[in-house]
């Protein structure tokens, strides 16, 4: 047995089609393209845009989306052509086992879950935020003992626990409500970029890069980057260092757009929506990404911009609460998408490796009523609900970061490499000027990777560890391909 054996294009597909594992196929190009903007817009522009100009880049911000938009729109090709020709549950994972092998696609599944569960986690804590605000806003309180920052965030476990429940009904159902609060959070960020620009200052652009300066509470080595841990250089924020380091922190605004990967086995016509769904959706967010983040920082000057809730502390700061109770609603609202759409996501990815028996099959296999994977919805459900509930403020962000980008950067790889062995694959959809675009999009993620603080990476390196104990204690011996187990139909022949 070899840890690289790989499994073809043919039989992941077939796959799909057992009964105990099969998915409804009920998604419309519609459906997708909300799924991704459902879960793109928030986590950037509600969470963590505030933070990068507070601490990280000021005013240019702006050019933080934008590399942080760049590398995604690579990644976004590539995700797009192994979408279309391999239409399976499980995005990434599902593509390297079809082209690095399976150990490559057990550490891009580990990381994947990584980056899911701890995003959902961190947006519902982004939510509580937000529903303290409204709360204030309203005039009314919440116990301090249970409310956002507290030991045990309840806002948020409640949140997570709903959203369980209703996304455990059926992806369509979950949809629908989807498509609801979609529509009311691109209003209130339309409302956001057009009601900001009445109180934008011309004065609080200059300096539009601030000068570069020592980073304050980084004289630990855990909280250096990792570049500047090797080389021996000070910490800095501000500066080009600091318009990278918002880069890094501002890409966990785009991890949805491969989520809409994970759904490709519950899509009606993969090979034509697929496609349009991750890069549309991707383009949409950026724009109105940049649009906000100009608003934000021209409203105030960025060292008083609140690194958490920020765009409706930015409307009290101008005298105008009324708007800022609209967008706290709205806030809430639009992140309650952004979790539920990640958590479809996770579960949708341990689904795959359960199927492929890397996992107990028996987790993987399909409610009969709903076409869900009920066991593996709930069983994540009570996970993130803790995580996001017992976690500190401000621990995760990071790690989603890196999962995210060890994904996109084994994703960018496999495209050149399937390319090679499988040059016979219909495409519907191909990387134009390959494999020069996939190893720029390699390259990009590797740098922003480096640009990490080193205590992240280490935290990496554990849950790689931990990953790598399961898969050899586990998977590795019992997968399908080590028992040599092709599908129902070749198991029949063989009796």
């Known amino acids: 047995m070899s840890m690289m054996r790989t499994k073809t294009v043919e039989q992941s597909i077939a796959e799909g089609d057992e009964p105990e594992y099969q998915l409804k196929k009920r998604l419309t190009a519609l459906d997708l393209t909300v799924f991704g903007v459902g879960v793109v817009i928030g ?7 505030g933070k990068a100009a507070n601490e990280l880049a000021g005013p240019a911000v702006v050019l933080s989306f934008i590399i942080a938009a760049f590398c995604c729109s690579l990644a976004a090709l ?29 550490i891009i599944g580990w990381d994947l879950l990584l980056e899911l569960m701890l995003g959902a986690a961190v947006v519902a804590q982004g939510w509580s935020a937000y529903l303290g605000v409204f709360f204030e806003q309203m005039g009314w309180s919440m116990p301090e003992s249970v409310a956002y920052g507290s030991s045990f965030d309840l806002p948020a476990f409640l949140l997570v626990a709903v959203l369980t429940i209703l996304v455990s009904v059926g992806i369509k159902e979950s949809l629908r409500v989807n498509l609801a609060l979609v529509a009311l959070k691109v209003f209130i960020v339309l409302f956001v970029i057009v009601a900001g620009l009445f109180y934008v200052k011309k004065e609080n652009y200059t300096p539009f890069v601030p000068d570069s300066k020592p980073a304050e509470g980084t004289t630990d080595v855990w909280k250096q980057p990792l570049t500047e841990w090797i080389f021996g250089m000070t910490p800095a924020h501000f500066g080009i260092a600091g318009i990278m380091a918002g880069a890094s922190l501002v890409f966990f605004a785009f991890i949805g757009f491969d989520v809409v990967a994970t759904t490709a086995e519950e899509a009606e016509n993969p090979a034509r929506d697929l496609p349009r769904g991750i890069i549309g959706s991707l383009i949409i967010c950026t724009l109105l990404y940049c649009g906000v983040a100009l608003v934000l920082t021209g409203m105030q000057p960025y060292n008083e911009i609140a690194p958490s809730a920020s765009l409706s502390k930015a409307f009290e700061a101008v005298g105008q609460d009324g708007f800022a109770t609209l967008i706290a609603a709205g806030a809430v609202a639009g992140l309650t998408t952004v979790v539920m759409t990640l958590l479809i996501g996770a579960s949708r990815v341990i689904f795959a490796m359960s199927r492929d028996w890397l996992l107990p099959k028996s987790l993987g296999k399909t409610n009969p009523k709903t076409g869900t994977p009920l066991r593996i919805t709930m069983g994540l459900g009570l996970v993130i609900a803790l995580v996001a509930a017992l976690t500190p403020i401000g621990e995760l962000e990071y790690m989603i970061n890196i999962g995210t980008l060890s994904a996109f950067f084994l994703v960018s790889i496999a495209v050149p490499v399937l390319r ?56 590795y011996h019992r997968s399908r391909l080590a028992k040599g187990y092709t599908g129902p139909a070749t198991e029949k022949a063989n009796l």
């Open 43 to 49: 986590a950037g522009i509600f969470t963590v845009a």
């Open 78 to 106: 590539c995700y797009a052509e192994f979408a279309s020709a391999i239409p399976v549950s499980g995005s990434a994972y599902t593509f390297s086992y079809a082209s690095l092998g399976e150990i490559i696609a057990w």
């Open 420 to 475: 090679k062995k499988r040059p016979d694959m219909h495409r519907p959809f191909k990387v134009p000027f390959s494999p020069v675009l996939p190893i720029i999009s390699a390259l990009i993620c590797g740098y922003l990777m480096l640009t990490l603080p080193v205590e992240t990476w280490l935290r990496f390196l554990i849950w790689l560890v931990l990953g790598f104990v399961i898969y050899f204690v586990y998977g």
